[in-house]
């Protein structure tokens, strides 16, 4: 597997991951390979929780086919991760705001 963003990052509010780099598309395209990205979804606490954290999801989404361009192939599986994140971070933020106001 291949990793785009070259790095763990704990997602901040707007920017839900580092951006990505393009090698492995680069890759993808020229050999004609799909790329098949997946979403890690984890509570806030992932990377500073002492043990196994609990709650960790994994989505793996359909594979997308290369087509010429890297630069198309990275937005468009970029898109395809953070759409989860972003989605799942406002859910989480709804619900805090929920509970202060009830």
Do not use: W
Request: net charge positive.
């Amino acid at each position: 597997g291949i990793f785009p963003q070259g790095t763990r990052s704990v997602p901040a509010k707007g920017v839900p991951l580092k951006p990505f780099k393009k090698g492995g598309f680069i890759l993808a395209v020229e050999c004609q390979v799909p790329v098949v990205p997946f979403t890690l979804l984890y509570p806030d606490d992932f990377m500073s929780s002492p043990g196994a954290p609990k709650g960790v999801r994994i989505i793996v989404h359909p594979k997308v086919q290369p087509g010429d361009d890297a630069d198309a192939l990275m937005e468009k599986v970029e898109k395809v991760v953070t759409t989860p994140l972003i989605e799942a971070k406002e859910a989480l933020l709804d619900r805090r705001t929920d509970k202060k106001e009830n």
